[in-house]
């Protein structure tokens, strides 16, 4: 995925949605800030932020935070709509080797007994492969005292995720394939771990969900500010 950036100072994030920062020519504005997690450890005060332009006249806010540039050199997406484009991209390309052969590729397919939608379902009926559901969760939370790069899911508790492992419980008790596939977005994180300390009933699920089945994949985007691509360099811990 190829990227258009400028860069700028950030002075704080607010209300989830926008941020205050400083443009390079010392400009005050507010750009848009799409992550509705807690961001810990990647919207610090002082930190240099990378933005894109939208060209839309109907937007109020045309800046979009798209990169956080951490005091510890580490890049990390901030923008969570990135990581199902970066799958989306991943997919295409045959990059995830353990979701190849699939010709059929729909995003955002409703399922499920609790009325979600499924990031990607894969099928491919010549072939005879099982179809496949692929949930991407975003990971951005590195753990600051590990010096092996530890990062955690989630940031903060989420009931829409938890819904997310039993939709994917059930589909793999159906015979079908069930897929979470964490797409680690910092470049300073190298594991992921379930945040029992943030959400213990995510951490749980996720254990039934492994234990039912579902398979678990961790890939990790290599980031610049021109350019971001996924690649199979994590492990879940």
Request: aromatic residues 8%; glycine residues 6%; neutral net charge.
């Amino acid at each position: 995925m190829k990227l258009k950036l400028n860069s700028a100072t950030l002075i704080k994030r607010y209300k989830r949605f926008l941020a205050d920062v400083i443009l390079e020519d010392g400009t005050t504005t507010t750009t848009h800030v799409a992550n509705t997690g807690a961001m810990s450890g990647c919207a610090e005060a002082g930190n240099t932020i990378w933005y894109s332009t939208s060209n839309n006249p109907k937007r109020k806010y045309p800046f979009s935070w798209e990169l956080t540039q951490t005091s510890q050199g580490d890049f990390i997406c901030v923008n969570t709509i990135r990581a199902n484009q970066l799958v989306a991209e991943a997919l295409k390309n045959n990059i995830i080797s353990e979701l190849t052969g699939y010709k059929t590729i729909i995003p955002e397919k409703k399922y499920g007994s609790e009325n979600s939608k499924i990031d990607f379902f894969l099928s491919d009926n010549q072939q005879g492969l099982a179809d496949v559901y692929v949930e991407v969760k975003s990971v951005t939370l590195l753990d600051g005292s590990s010096e092996n790069g530890q990062g955690y899911f989630p940031d903060t508790i989420t009931t829409r995720g938890q819904k997310h492992l039993r939709e994917l419980i059930e589909v793999a008790k159906s015979g079908d394939r069930a897929v979470l596939l964490f797409a680690i977005l910092h470049s300073g994180i190298n594991s992921v771990k379930a945040a029992a300390h943030i959400d213990a009933d995510y951490a749980q699920l996720l254990e039934q969900a492994k234990n039912s089945g579902v398979d678990v994949l961790t890939y990790k985007a290599k980031i610049s500010t021109d350019k971001i691509i996924l690649q199979p360099l994590a492990e879940l811990t």
